[in-house]
C-alpha cells in the first residue's frame, strides 16, 4: 500500500503527499503535515463530539511565535475559539526562521488545561524545546489568561535524534483521551516500543483512511 500512495486529502483540510508519508518509515523524522492529520483526525474522528478540545496545526502555532503584536496573535486564533476551550494542544518547533516553514529539527507538546489553568510542556529531549515553548505559552495566554501557569512535567527521554514528532503525536493521543492526571502518568511510563507502534498507527490510518470505516485511536 505504502508504495502505491500518491496523494490524499483528509478532512478537507490536510493533504498527505508521499513524500509526507515516507517521514513515517523508522528512522525519520515527522513532517508537519503527519502531525496535523494526527490532530485532525483525532478531532474529527476519535473525539469529534468532545467540542471543547482545540487542537492547533504545527503551522499556526509556529506562526504565533514568529510575531509579537496580541493583535496578531489574536486574529490568528480568532476562528479557533480557544478562550471557549477547555484543552488546547499547541505542536511546538525550533524553527526560528520566518522563510524557513519546513526548518527546525526537534518537536514537543505545549498542552493547556483550563481546570488547572496551566501550560505543561512535554518534550522528550530534556525541555530542548524550552525557550520556544515559554515564548509560546506567553502568546497565547495573553489571549487566554495572563494568570496561566507554566510547567514542565518529567517525561522519558527519547532514546534517537528522531522520534520527537511522534512523542508529540503520542502525547496528544494520550492527553486527549486520559486528561493531565492519568494521562501524566501515562507518558511517564512510555518506552521506545509504544513510540514505534505510534509510528506504525499513523501509517495505518492515513493508508486504510479509517474514517470511512471504523473509529479507531492511537
Known sequence: KMEKFERKTFF???????EHLNTLKPGRYLDDNIITFVCFYLRDVVHQKQTNICY?????????????????????????EIDKKDYIFLP??????????????????????????????????????????????????AIINEKA????????????????????????????????EKGKKSIEQLKPKDIEGMRKAIQTRILENEKETTITSF
Open 149 to 180: 501557569q507554566y510547567k514542565v512535567p518529567k517525561v522519558n527521554a527519547q532514546t534517537n535524534g528522531y522520534d520527537c514528532g511522534i512523542y508529540l503525536c503520542k502525547y496528544i493521543a494520550i492527553l486527549s483521551k486520559e486528561g493531565e
Open 92 to 141: 511546538v518547533n525550533n524553527n526560528s526562521n520566518p522563510m524557513g516553514a519546513n526548518g527546525g529539527n526537534h518537536w514537543s507538546l505545549l498542552y493547556y488545561t483550563k481546570k488547572e489553568n496551566t501550560f505543561y510542556h512535554y518534550d522528550s529531549a530534556n525541555n530542548l524545546n524550552g525557550e520556544c515553548a515559554k515564548k509560546l505559552y506567553k502568546q497565547v495566554k
Open 56 to 80: 492547533l496545526a504545527p503551522c499556526i502555532s509556529w506562526m504565533i511565535t514568529l510575531v509579537n503584536d496580541k493583535e496578531e496573535v489574536r486574529e490568528m486564533l480568532s476562528h479557533h
Open 12 to 18: 478537507g483540510e490536510v493533504t498527505i503527499y508521499k
